[in-house]
C-alpha cells in the first residue's frame, strides 16, 4: 500500500522567511496530494492540493510543487506569519480504484518566531 | 451546512470499559473515514465507507474495534474493551464522492482510556 514520507518533523523560521516541508510517497498510481494544517486542539483543515498532472499550484503565499518521476511532492510559504506556526500534514491518495482514501505522512510542526 | 459532527468532545474511562465514538456526516457525502491521532503514529486511517458500505478496514488495530455505518447520517466507532494504549484523538471524515477528494474533518474525540 501507499506510504509517504514527510521532512523534517520540526522546523523553526523567522517571521517573514520562507518554510519547505517535503514529502515522498511510495505508489505510482497515487494522483491527489493534498496539503493540511492543523492548529493545537483543532481539526485538519485542507489548504492547498495539487493532482497529479500538475506540476506546481500557487495560492497567495502557499505554493505546491510535484515531482511524479520523482514521487515527491514539497510545500513553501514564503513571509512567514506567527499564525503560521501549526503542524502540516501532507498526504497521497492512491486514486479512485482504492476508493480515494487519503494516506499521510507524520506532520511537521511550524514554529514561526516574531 | 454544520460540517461532520463527533460526539463526544472528550471522553474519559477506565480500561475494560465499553467506548462509542459517534459521527454524523456532512450531508450528500459518499465516503466516510475514521482516523485515529496520536504523537507516535501520526494520522492512522482506521476505517472508510462509500454509501454505507465498509470498503476497507485493513488498519483497524484488533479485533477491539469496531465500525458501522447504519444510515448515510450516522456512524459509530465501537472500542471493547479499551485499554489504555488505545488513548487518542479518533477523527471522523467525509468526502463528496467521485471527482471530489476534499476531505472534511469533524472536531475529533478525544479519548483518555485510564
Known amino acids: 500500500g501507499e506510504n509517504v514520507e514527510q521532512h523534517p518533523s520540526t522546523l523553526s523560521v523567522q517571521e517573514g522567511d520562507s518554510a519547505v516541508i517535503k514529502c515522498t510517497y511510495s505508489?505510482?498510481?497515487?494522483?491527489?496530494f493534498p496539503w493540511y494544517k492543523q492548529e493545537l486542539g483543532k481539526r485538519p483543515q485542507l489548504i492547498i492540493d495539487?493532482?497529479?498532472?500538475?506540476g506546481e499550484k500557487k495560492d497567495q503565499r502557499i505554493a505546491v510543487t510535484l515531482n511524479k518521476t520523482a514521487k515527491h511532492f514539497s510545500l513553501h510559504i514564503t513571509e512567514t506569519q506567527p499564525e503560521d506556526s501549526a503542524v502540516y500534514f501532507c498526504?497521497?491518495?492512491?486514486?479512485?480504484?482504492?476508493?480515494?482514501?487519503?494516506?499521510f505522512g507524520q506532520g511537521t510542526e511550524l514554529s514561526v518566531k516574531p | 451546512d454544520a460540517g461532520v459532527i463527533q460526539s463526544p468532545r472528550h471522553e474519559v474511562t477506565e480500561m475494560g470499559q465499553e467506548v462509542t465514538l459517534r459521527c454524523k456526516p456532512i450531508?450528500?457525502?459518499?465516503?466516510l473515514f475514521w482516523y485515529r491521532q496520536t504523537m507516535m503514529r501520526g494520522l492512522e486511517l482506521l476505517i472508510y465507507?462509500?454509501?454505507?458500505?465498509?470498503?476497507?478496514d485493513s488498519g483497524m488495530p484488533e479485533d477491539r474495534f469496531s465500525a458501522k455505518m447504519p444510515n448515510a447520517s450516522f456512524s459509530t466507532l465501537k472500542i471493547q474493551p479499551s485499554e489504555p494504549r488505545d488513548s487518542a484523538v479518533y477523527f471522523c471524515?467525509?468526502?463528496?464522492?467521485?471527482?471530489?477528494?476534499?476531505?472534511?474533518f469533524g472536531s475529533g474525540t478525544q479519548l483518555s482510556v485510564l
Open positions: 471524515a467525509t468526502r463528496p464522492g467521485f471527482g471530489d477528494e476534499k476531505l472534511f
Open positions: 505508489d505510482s498510481a497515487s494522483n491527489y
Open positions: 495539487i493532482r497529479s498532472n500538475v
Open positions: 498526504a497521497a491518495s492512491p486514486g479512485y480504484n482504492q476508493g480515494g482514501k487519503l494516506i
Open positions: 450531508s450528500g457525502h459518499d465516503y
Open positions: 465507507f462509500n454509501n454505507n458500505v465498509p470498503i476497507d
